[in-house]
Nanobody, 125 residues
Framework: QVQLVESGGGLVQAGGSLRLSCAAS????????MGWFRQAPGKEREFVAA????????YYTDPVKGRFTISGDNAKNTVYLQMNILKPDDTAVYYC??????????????????WGQGTQVTVSS
């Protein structure tokens, strides 16, 4: 059974930074795709970033390019989302997700098999 546990959310002022962590357990993740999504109140869950454990490719939604960085630590089975220059529009619950394959559908929430419980990020203006 795969488990994903997010941490690192909180309240930060606009322009500040946060680093989210997603600790994965339950199996080897060498070929998995790991994604970060977010959901603001009244809005649909949206793609933020993704990476493949097996390669060096990373993907981002346009609003976060240049500000957010997704990375992973294989030894710790942990994926990170470094968020810099945060804006009030970044306020949302952030979710970690995993799929055992790699695919061009990494932007779609429905493609992922496993989800964490979410961590709240609030950016004040």
């Amino acid at each position: 059974q795969v488990q994903l546990v997010e941490s690192g959310g909180g309240l930060v002022q606009a322009g500040g930074s946060l680093r989210l962590s997603c600790a994965a357990s339950g199996r080897a993740f060498s070929n998995y795709t790991m994604g970060w999504f977010r959901q603001a109140p009244g809005k649909e869950r949206e793609f933020v970033a993704a990476m493949s454990w097996s390669g060096s490719s990373t993907y981002y939604t346009d609003p976060v390019k240049g500000r957010f960085t997704i990375s992973g630590d294989n030894a710790k089975n942990t994926v990170y989302l470094q968020m810099n220059i945060l804006k009030p529009d970044d306020t949302a619950v952030y979710y970690c997700a995993a799929n055992r394959y790699t695919s061009a559908t990494y932007r779609y929430a429905g493609w992922y098999d496993y989800w964490g419980q979410g961590t709240q990020v609030t950016v004040s203006s």
